[in-house]
T-cell receptor, first 115, second 116 residues
Framework: ETGVTQTPRHLVMGMTNKKSLKCEQHLGHNAMYWYKQSAKKPLELMFV???????ENNSVPSRFSPECPNSSHLFLHLHTLQPEDSALYLCASSERQSSYNSPLHFGNGTRLTVT | AQTVTQSQPEMSVQEAETVTLSCTYD???????LFWYKQPPSRQMILVIR??????QNATENRFSVNFQKAAKSFSLKISDSQLGDAAMYFC?????????????FGAGTRLTVKP
């Protein structure tokens, strides 16, 4: 059983839709992350929240909007996406961002398809 | 910026045999951590093993061990007595212990197939 839960597991949306991805962690961690995983490419870090504060936004287009209401929950709001945004979106958590020896704990991901 | 390279997009191994997955990285730092993650079809990334750069002794976890060559910037994963459940994508990752921007950097992955 995973300590990081992501919903939905699959999502198909049109380019004009608005949807949200949800992530919840039950590990007492203080840092949460959104990664994008595309085929045959390294995982791309999108956003980092440390103690509910956004600490990184790696040049992600504004059609992706993160929200972190508390240390246990993380959302990724999606609107006006493009087909190239289709990918597996992974949420992860760690004790805190600066704990370099603390591994990331991942959820099962949301497989997003933009039509 | 640090980069992680996995030069083997796909590997296969016979059940009960041993396989080694390669990983190299580029860094000018001396203090960092290295990780191997496994991603089975369930899609959840699971930590397999980790290595601290200042430790010379190679990390081991049951059937999994690493060959850490700091000078060569190489961090290979050896899986002994391969099992069908080992079939997955394997990702090598680097995390700085010196930089405030110490986000984990991943390689592109190696798909491991285990043949019965």
């Amino acid at each position: 059983e995973t300590g990081v839960t992501q919903t939905p597991r699959h999502l198909v949306m049109g380019m004009t839709n608005k949807k949200s991805l949800k992530c919840e962690q039950h590990l007492g961690h203080n840092a949460m992350y959104w990664y994008k995983q595309s085929a045959k490419k390294p995982l791309e870090l999108m956003f980092v929240y440390n103690f509910k504060e956004q600490t990184e936004n790696n040049s992600v287009p504004s059609r992706f909007s993160p929200e972190c209401p508390n240390s246990s929950h993380l959302f990724l709001h999606l609107h006006t996406l493009q087909p190239e945004d289709s990918a597996l979106y992974l949420c992860a958590s760690s004790e805190r961002q600066s704990s370099y020896n603390s591994p990331l704990h991942f959820g099962n991901g949301t497989r997003l398809t933009v039509t | 910026a640090q980069t992680v390279t996995q030069s083997q997009p796909e590997m296969s191994v016979q059940e009960a045999e041993t396989v080694t997955l390669s990983c190299t990285y580029d860094t000018s730092e001396s203090d960092y951590y290295l990780f191997w993650y496994k991603q089975p079809p369930s899609r959840q990334m699971i930590l397999v093993i980790r290595q601290e750069a200042y430790k010379q002794q190679n990390a081991t976890e049951n059937r999994f061990s690493v060959n850490f060559q700091k000078a060569a910037k190489s961090f290979s994963l050896k899986i002994s007595d391969s099992q069908l459940g080992d079939a997955a994508m394997y990702f090598c990752a680097y995390r700085s212990a010196e930089d405030n921007n110490n986000d984990m950097r991943f390689g592109a992955g190696t798909r491991l197939t285990v043949k019965p």
